[in-house]
């Protein structure tokens, strides 16, 4: 029979646990016990129950509860029928509760694409429906749903939710108060939609202004810094012991410049300097009695000289993160489907050789019929021992324990509504937005503007897609921003790589303005922006440059009379920009990345701490 409240826009009846699990002939485990295996007011658990609980489990269970899944919909038991068909071809199963009947998978992980995170009251059905598909099981658990919620530009759920500046933003606003509150404020959200476990913060060291993958979603370069701000972010998440965060990408994928969703890379690193850069920001989540930390698609030879990825490497999952660093909490795989933890294994072997080396939970393979197929069989063979699975289900059932799913794994409608994009909330983000936009360059005074000398601006530049579920594109929202401010603002995209006729109508148009705005992305040696910005200089127009990704924009562009970082092109850091061009707020942040000179990399142009205040030139 369809789930007709999963997927409603309305109030749904969530039906409590009770009802639901006398409605069926497979009491939950935890009931049968005599009491439900919870943790106790200060978050610890029962083992002696949770222990019960895996007895009773078949293997097959057992080996479900391991893997966290992707599956397509907006709901549990009705998605699209396109969502079917994807379902069909990359699952083999129809819908979210066929995915939990046939292999009893642990978690679910939430993705945009995947469209589970149209809006916040489905995104709530949605969990409930994947509960009660899993809890009216035999034997049935609750599901840990988990999902990226980093803010900045790698978010699951977009607005109306609240969506935070990124982790270099953050870095630049300097402030572990303000860590902790967007810690705190965006788990407070997130447990209202039902995710429970947020891969988030990331806690590498981008020391590499190369870094194709990490960039900005690095709170910054300095480890100890570095380690404050995840320390803090960690706190404000778990601070209710509902949420569980989880820090990434362990043993550190800062130093980089390959992307391991689509290549394998190596850190060179000596072991003095992993323990210098890269350790600290982990032993400081572990310190802080983080939840969960996300394995690396990385070769570190000097963690482990045999060539396999730390996903897969006893030597540095049990050696150094188990032994050496003391963390006994969950460690989950990153996405088994990407290319770093696949060039040397078959997807067969990948799952039996993570589970060896000390991974607990197996993220988003490609194929989870052969993943999970994999893992019963080395069992039924001997390669892996059931005490093993034993050790891993029951850290994934101590943290449900103590989020506290097996008391109360339904969210509802109203509690939506108490906690997702508050107004509160919303004032909280543009905040502490506000601390984080950092004035690089402003050569004679430029800022801020003056709606008296400048009442008409033109906003030009690129327009790449916008990130995390915010209304966009950037210049647009620049443009209104700067118009609700007082200005008249019009907003002109000339895209990532401007053609020669774009870079000719932005100069026109710059021609009948009195300043210019021009947003930049990832600016290189050979890239057209630079051509778009020295034309409009040309005009004599004032311009003020905003990098609305990466700050070492500003080394490409040594003519720009004034230059702004805002560390990522969402709606929160991009209305924050505008504020400070306009004089509303002061420019407060600090460079948490030292920016080199384009033409001799071995130096540096503006170092860690550089941020202009308004009245220095």
Not at 94 to 114: D, H, K, M, Q, S
Not at 383 to 391: F, H, N, S
């Amino acid at each position: 029979m369809p789930d007709t409240s999963t997927g409603s826009m309305g109030n749904t009846s969530v039906p409590s646990r009770r009802t639901v699990l006398a409605a069926t002939a497979g009491m939950t485990s935890a009931l049968a016990l005599g009491g439900t295996a919870h943790a106790g007011p200060d978050g610890k658990h029962d083992d002696r129950k949770l222990r019960a609980l895996i007895a009773r489990m078949t293997l097959p269970e057992k080996v479900g509860q391991l893997f966290v899944m992707r599956v397509y919909g907006h709901s549990a038991t009705a998605p699209d029928q396109a969502d079917i068909d994807a379902n069909l071809k990359e699952i083999g199963v129809r819908t979210a509760a066929e995915l939990i009947a046939r292999y009893r998978v642990g978690g679910i992980i939430y993705f945009t694409w995947a469209h589970n995170t149209r809006d916040p009251h489905q995104i709530a059905d949605l969990s409930n429906g994947i509960q009660r598909a899993s809890l009216t099981q035999p034997r049935g658990l609750p599901v840990l749903v988990s999902t990226d919620q980093e803010h900045g530009i790698v978010c699951r759920v977009g607005e109306p939710a609240t969506l935070f500046p990124g982790a270099m933003a953050v870095g630049a606003g300097g402030s572990r108060a303000d860590a902790r509150t967007l810690g705190r404020t965006a788990g407070q959200e997130l447990r209202a939609l039902g995710i429970r476990q947020n891969y988030s913060p990331v806690a590498d060291v981008n020391v590499n202004p190369a870094n194709p993958v990490i960039g900005v979603r690095s709170f910054g370069a300095e480890p100890a810094a570095v380690a404050g701000m995840v320390a803090a972010e960690v706190a404000g998440y778990q601070h209710s012991r509902q949420l569980a965060a989880t820090a990434k990408h362990f043993p550190g994928h800062g130093d980089t410049a390959v992307d391991s969703h689509y290549g394998f890379p190596v850190i060179t690193h000596t072991r003095e300097q992993w323990n210098q850069l890269d350790a600290p920001p982990f032993r400081a989540a572990i310190r802080a009695g983080i939840d969960s930390i996300m394995t690396a698609h990385i070769m570190v030879p000097a963690l482990d000289d045999s060539g396999d990825p730390a996903t897969l490497s006893r030597p540095i999952l049990t050696g150094i993160l188990r032994e050496e660093l003391g963390y006994d909490g969950l460690v989950v795989t990153d996405s088994l489907g990407m290319e770093g933890v696949r060039t040397k294994y078959g997807d067969d072997r990948v799952p039996v050789l993570a589970l060896k080396a000390g991974v607990d939970q197996l993220l988003n393979p490609p194929s989870l019929d052969i993943a999970w197929n994999a893992v019963l069989k080395a069992v039924q063979d001997g390669e892996l021992t059931e005490a093993r699975l034993d050790e891993s289900i029951l850290r994934i059932l101590r943290l449900k324990a103590k989020l506290r799913l097996f008391d109360a794994p339904y969210v509802s409608q109203s509690g939506v509504d108490r906690n997702v994009g508050t107004a509160s909330h919303l004032r909280t983000a543009d905040r502490i937005a506000e601390r984080t936009t950092t004035l690089l360059v402003n050569e004679g005074s430029l800022l801020p503007l003056s709606r008296r000398r400048h009442p008409k601006v033109l906003v030009v530049g690129a327009d790449p897609a916008s990130p995390s579920g915010t209304t966009g594109p950037p210049t647009g929202v620049l443009a209104a921003a700067l118009t609700e401010l007082g200005f008249t603002a019009t907003a002109l995209s000339t895209g990532t790589a401007p053609s020669s006729a774009a870079i000719a109508k932005a100069v026109e148009a710059a021609r009948a303005a009195d300043a210019v705005v021009v947003g930049t992305y990832n600016v290189t040696a050979s890239s057209t922006q630079k051509a778009l910005v020295e034309q409009l200089l040309a005009t004599g127009r004032p311009v003020v440059a905003v990098a609305v990704r990466n700050p070492y924009d500003v080394a490409h562009l040594p003519a720009v009379q004034a230059c702004l970082a805002s560390y990522s092109w969402t709606d929160v850091e991009l209305r924050a920009a505008a504020r400070v061009i306009a004089g509303r707020v002061a420019p407060r942040g600090k460079l948490p990345v030292p920016v080199q000179r384009a033409d001799d990399p071995t130096r540096v142009l503006y170092p860690i701490g550089h941020g202009l205040s308004y009245g220095r030139g």
